[in-house]
């Protein structure tokens, strides 16, 4: 039963135990209890941990690479997923926030005349100025930052780059937010230029490592996702994306609206059903042979077996799964899958508890 998931899988160079890959997570979380939720996916059997939004640079929100204390927080991260036999690949991410357009919201989301839910739209309105209007010489000073924060990452001991192809990477490639009329805008090829220099910039430093690109779709029919690269484009993303130095795809919905869309309850008008993102991933089949990890709704042993044993996708990530029940591959293999506690997408501790500032749980924690 469930072979396929518990086949051992080179995944664009990078030897995976099984199948499944924990997706990128944001915990909000103190650093004790951030260490022992990773300790339990660690110990719960997925081959690789994805660790969430990495900056490429030293910063205030985050833990960051390039300070000793965010630099020894990783390396503990690192330490206790390999203690567990499990793998780690660092999410590279630069923010597309325009922190001085974003100091104007700051009183009223002190006081509360503006909720997180409203400040996001505010946000994203500032995206497409901030990207268009960006000069020339910090964009290529932030692209060539992913390539020293990919050398940190590696001396740390992150097994795998992934490069976070929304924010920065997602708005430079999506015509919504880039009207510049540079090289870096315009044509869908300078829309990648960007993304593009990214990975190349890992890929000069370090020319062994596996770079994973979580490759965000935007979907025209209905509209779902602003930043990202649209169904249309895919043919000429990937293979450029492929040509710098890409060794794997991450596909799924890109971001920048409403992020229930990227993050869908049972209940969502149009990505509700199991593995809601899988037909982005046969649409990139059609320009790589290179490996492609699923994610989104990915939940039932059954159908994630399906999956993989047809080659629709290669590897199975999982976010909301994992926090559920961090035993999901543990207790296939021991032949308990009927005593999995199945997420049902409820959306209320995982996103809900991040929203609240209570951080990221689950309804089925004690
Ligand atoms: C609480 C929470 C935080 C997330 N943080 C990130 C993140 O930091 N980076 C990212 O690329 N995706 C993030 N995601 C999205 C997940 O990686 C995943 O794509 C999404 O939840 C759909 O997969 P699922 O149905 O397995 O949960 C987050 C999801 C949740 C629920």
Redesign the pocket.
Known sequence: MYETIQTPFNYGGLTLKNRIIF?????GLSDEDYFEKIRRIAAGGCAMI?V??VPVGKSHFGKSLFDKKGFAFYQKVIGIAHDNDCKVCA?L?QSDSNIKAMLKYVPGVLTKRISMQELRPLLNNEVAPYITNMPHKKVKEITSAFGTAAVLAKKAGFDMIQI?G?RMCGSFSSSIYNHRTDEYGGTAENRARFAVEAVSAVREKLPDMPIDY?LAVRQENPHYGNAGVIEDELKVFVPMLEKAGVTSFHV?LANHSDLEN???PKNHPYFGEPG??LKFCDEVRQYTNLPICG?????DPDFVEKQLADGRIQCA?????L?ADPDWVNKLKNGHADQIHR?V?C?KK??G??MQHQG?HCIYEK
Not at 317 to 321: G, I, P, V, Y
């Open positions: 997706a990128p997570t944001t915990f994805i969430g939004d999410q991410h976070h929304d979580k799924t990227t993050i869908p809601c993102f994610v989104g709704g990915l939940t990530a999982m976010s909301r799964q926090l997420c997408r959306n995982c996103l508890g991040l990221t």
